[in-house]
């Protein structure tokens, strides 16, 4: 069963520190995505990748970074945790030929900044 | 950039009751999709659908991209389709995906 896992399914850290969220698919997909959901504003792109190395701003990528070392894993970095900050994260992998129709999304990470 | 709007934001319904969800998007599109967001937040893909009608048991879909919008009709509905409903479209560049803020439906038994 193909799959994207999410390192932590809740976490909750202090203004200013520096957060790592973890993603890894298992599906070989070159395209993987960081989202943020809020209430009343769906999803939103926070960057996104279309290959090892290559990054891509999404629609909010302010307070954030990210690194795709590997194929197989995305990650999202709060360099500067802040209270504004505290929301839904969902991450995604899809081929780069199938469009919205490959999209797999992993459980999502619940981040509380205090 | 294009919008999507999607309504109604919230819907209460009795178990065997049907309803419609729409979605409006603002602007020529090249993909358009429902997804259905479980209340673990999962969320798990329903219907592709840039154009036509499809179904898949008491769901289905149906857009009608030259007047752009998207239905989604949920008969005889079960407490099990609880959760958000998401409409998600993608740009004629290619390569961005926008999503609506998503209708919340709520199944009582």
């Known amino acids: 069963d193909v799959k994207v896992t999410q390192s932590s399914r809740y976490l909750v850290k202090r203004t200013g520190e520096k957060v790592f969220l973890e993603c890894v698919q298992d599906?070989?997909?070159?395209?993987m995505f960081w989202y943020r959901q809020d209430p009343g504003l769906g999803l939103r792109l926070i960057y996104f990748s279309y290959d090892v190395k290559m990054k891509e701003k999404g629609d909010i990528p302010e307070g954030y970074s990210v690194s795709r070392e590997k194929k197989e894993r995305f990650s999202l970095i709060l360099e500067s945790a802040s209270t504004n900050q505290t929301s839904m994260y969902l991450c995604a992998s899809r081929l780069r030929t199938q469009g919205a129709l490959g999209y797999t999304f992993g459980s999502g990470t619940r981040l509380t900044v205090v | 950039g294009i919008q999507v709007e999607q309504s109604p934001p919230d819907l209460i319904l009795q178990e065997g009751a049907n309803s419609t969800l729409r979605c409006n998007f603002s602007?020529?599109?090249?993909?358009l999709q429902w997804f259905h967001q479980n209340p673990w937040g999962q969320l798990i893909n329903l219907f592709y659908?840039?154009?036509g009608t499809k179904q898949n048991g008491r769901l289905s879909a149906t857009t009608v991209a030259t007047e752009r919008y998207s239905l989604l009709y949920i008969s005889s509905s079960q407490t099990t389709d609880s959760g958000v409903y998401f409409c998600a479209v993608e740009n004629t560049g290619g390569f961005k995906t926008i999503f609506g803020a998503g209708t919340r439906l709520f199944v009582k038994a």
């Open positions: 599906m070989d997909h070159e395209n």
């Open positions: 602007d020529s599109v090249n993909n």
């Open positions: 659908i840039p154009s």
